[in-house]
């Protein structure tokens, strides 16, 4: 028998060749983890969505849960009219009540894109924002730290108290939490907004947003038409319809009186929902559109605020150059002049905020934001 050990210099128990054997396994063990690596990340960047708010609002629209719902109402609806007034026995009543149905579902699956761009707004907007104030934080707590440095340093040389540097680890302290909080919303707003476009468990990573459009639309236009436009008042305009049909049917002599007068009861009642219907619209619509206009003024008034922050900054850091301020000054102006933008971001995005809940309440895009998803889903309808 061949003796391996001996006749394999691989294998062999001599110091050269065991260094040898040790080098080849290690460069293997080396090559084998930078593989599987390699393919972690290659997962990892499989697994990841990089999203504009424009193309999240589209892929909602398109494959979202909630309007894949509706559009599948939509399509039962349009089956369940056509089986009805290719029956030669409907009754009339069947014939309204299917075309209603039908208008209801098509009028509702708008009404759901609507729905379904507001929520995917707010959780796009959250994960940006959540991002900007990890940010923000982050650079407070530093500012914070230096100027806790600075008290200690100052008491040391007795020309602070025991409360400056007090206040300043409460100040740290309360801004490390306000971090950690930021740092935290993201994920929850990450997995929110993944569920609403029917991601599974990925990595969202998301843009800066545009500047919200400018509101042109009056209230009057907005209220002009709002009948059709809206589920709630198209079914209770519906009910009210059938009602009155109901009444017609019922108003001659071979109808027992009392159907006709239960009938009558129903289209009373109907008429009465109606008009309660039509004033809750008209409300939260004027609700809604005041909210848009305030929002507009609130993003007028922090791009205003940050101008005048950008020109203290411009100071404090003129002043350093000059000597007559100190490094943690600017430092501080830095901060502020970023709190700023994050300000006027954050009334940027109240705008957007409003705009879609007034698109909700108005039953039109207001956004701008749906007007690729409906040319992509347009044909559903």
Not at 118 to 133: C, D, G
Not at 190 to 206: P, R
Not at 212 to 239: F, H, I, K
Not at 310 to 339: E, F, M
Request: zero cysteines; proline letters at 3%; hydrophobic letters at 45%.
């Amino acid at each position: 028998m061949t003796n391996t050990a001996m006749t394999n210099p691989a294998v062999n128990d001599t110091a050269p060749n065991g260094a040898a054997h040790g080098s080849n396994t290690g460069r293997k063990l080396s090559t084998l983890a930078l593989l599987v690596t390699l393919s972690l990340a290659a997962q990892a960047g499989a697994q990841s969505t990089n999203l504009d708010l424009g193309s999240a609002v589209s892929r909602a629209l398109t494959s979202g849960p909630d309007v894949s719902t509706g559009r599948a109402n939509l399509q039962k609806a349009q089956a369940n009219f056509k089986a009805v007034i290719a029956d030669p026995t409907s009754l009339i009543t069947d014939q309204t009540a299917a075309q209603q149905t039908l208008g209801s579902a098509s009028v509702g699956l708008s009404g759901a894109k609507l729905s379904v761009l507001q929520t995917v707004v707010t959780q796009y907007l959250s994960i940006y924002e959540a991002e900007l104030k990890t940010s923000l934080n982050a650079a407070q707590v530093n500012f914070y730290s230096r100027s806790l440095q600075i008290a200690q340093a100052r008491l040391a040389a007795k020309v602070a108290t025991t409360l400056d540097v007090t206040k300043a680890q409460n100040s740290l302290a309360s801004n490390q939490q306000e971090l950690s909080d930021a740092r935290a919303s993201r994920p929850i707003a990450e997995a929110q907004l993944a569920k609403t476009l029917g991601l599974g468990k990925v990595a969202l990573s998301v843009k800066a947003p545009p500047a919200p459009p400018t509101l042109r639309e009056s209230l009057s236009a907005l209220q002009t038409g709002l009948e059709s436009r809206l589920g709630t008042l198209v079914q209770a305009a519906n009910a009210a319809q059938l009602a009155e049909l109901q009444v017609k049917v019922a108003s001659n002599d071979y109808t027992p009186a009392r159907t006709l007068q239960d009938a009558q009861t129903a289209l009373g009642n109907a008429v009465r929902d109606l008009d309660s219907a039509r004033k809750t619209a008209n409300t939260a619509l004027s609700d809604a559109y005041r909210a848009a206009l305030s929002a507009r003024e609130a993003a007028s008034i922090s791009a205003a605020s940050l101008a005048a922050q950008q020109t203290t900054l411009a100071q404090a850091q003129a002043k350093l150059k000059a000597g007559t301020a100190a490094a943690v000054d600017v430092q501080n102006a830095q901060v502020q002049t970023q709190a700023a933008q994050v300000a006027l971001v954050t009334a940027q995005d109240a705008l957007w905020k409003a705009l879609a809940a007034l698109s909700v309440a108005a039953g039109r895009d207001m956004t701008g934001l749906a007007q690729t998803g409906s040319a992509q889903t347009g044909s559903a309808q």
